[in-house]
């Protein structure tokens, strides 16, 4: 081991997994990279260690097959290091109507989105206590802070489940050294779009709704490091979820409706 710190990233191949990455890098971090494509992994690596003097290891992974968490911190300490950050990023979305899809497709949905954040955070937490130190960082979405429409009915869902869950770890891990964030981006420009067939009605968004992917890279680690719980980022994000919490129920889900065109499996995701 060279004393540096480990930072590891899930769904690093691209968009602001990929970010985290390099801005953990250029921070000084180690960085250990997973996701189902290695070649991507692997030009990431190539990358970094090209701009920053650190560690890259690459571990392909599909986080929805069995056991995956366990061979991937297996595969960590066969290599002798121990993961001081972890950036639950991996995510993706099921697109159709609820009952149109089947049970298999989102309960993967549900291991990625929801199950392996929280066994990872489970699984590496114990060392980070031990060591008074420890980073988590879990991205979640604005689309878990305000009422859902109809299309991809777990999304949301799973996105809540995230940030209540970083809350009440923050909440238990307070003054031991280790912070716990749910970041929540709103549209933002990376690969999400087009792997889950979305870009079109996105590219109706107008630009000032866009983030970059560094740009809430950025936001995110700092939050972290000032142990904040949750932290939405853009001013136009904190804008929008700050008047859903402050009107009724019944009007924000309409609001939420209208925003989105509430067609039948139409409906997108923002992040």
């Not at 392909?60 to 290091?81: H, M």
């Not at 991996?90 to 990625?112: K, N, R």
């Not at 990376?190 to 950025?218: C, D, I, K, M, Y």
């Not at 925003?259 to 039948?264: E, L, P, T, V, Y």
Request: net charge neutral; proline share 4%; charged share 20%.
């Amino acid at each position: 081991m060279n004393g540096r710190r480990l930072v590891l990233v899930t769904g690093a191949s691209a968009g602001i997994g990929a970010a985290f990455a390099r801005r953990y890098a250029q921070q000084g971090w180690d960085v250990a990279l997973t996701a189902r494509r290695t070649a991507r992994l692997q030009e990431l690596a190539a990358s970094i260690r090209q701009k920053s003097v650190v560690e890259t290891f690459c571990y392909e992974a599909d986080l929805a097959a069995p056991g995956a968490v366990d061979g991937l911190l297996a595969a960590i300490a066969r290599d002798r290091r121990q993961v001081d950050g972890l950036v639950n990023n991996a995510g993706y979305a099921v697109e159709g109507s609820y009952a149109d899809t089947t049970w298999e497709q989102q309960a993967a949905f549900l291991q990625v989105m929801v199950t392996v954040p929280c066994e990872l955070a489970h699984k590496v937490l114990p060392g980070m206590l031990e060591r008074r130190f420890g980073r988590i960082l879990n991205v979640a979405s604005v689309s878990g802070l305000v009422p859902p429409a109809s299309g991809f009915t777990l999304y949301a869902a799973s996105k809540a489940a995230l940030i209540r869950f970083s809350q009440g770890l923050n909440a238990e891990c307070a003054g031991t050294g280790v912070h716990v964030t749910a970041s929540c981006p709103g549209l933002t420009r990376s690969e999400f779009h087009e792997v889950n067939g979305t870009s079109g009605r996105a590219a109706n968004a107008p630009e000032w709704l866009w983030q970059s992917a560094e740009q809430v890279v950025e936001e995110s680690l700092a939050a972290n490091e000032r142990d904040q719980p949750v932290v939405v980022t853009g001013l136009h994000n904190k804008g929008v979820t700050s008047v859903f919490r402050l009107i009724p129920e019944p009007i924000a889900e309409r609001l939420a409706r209208l925003q989105a065109g509430d067609r039948k499996g139409n409906d997108r995701p923002g992040a």
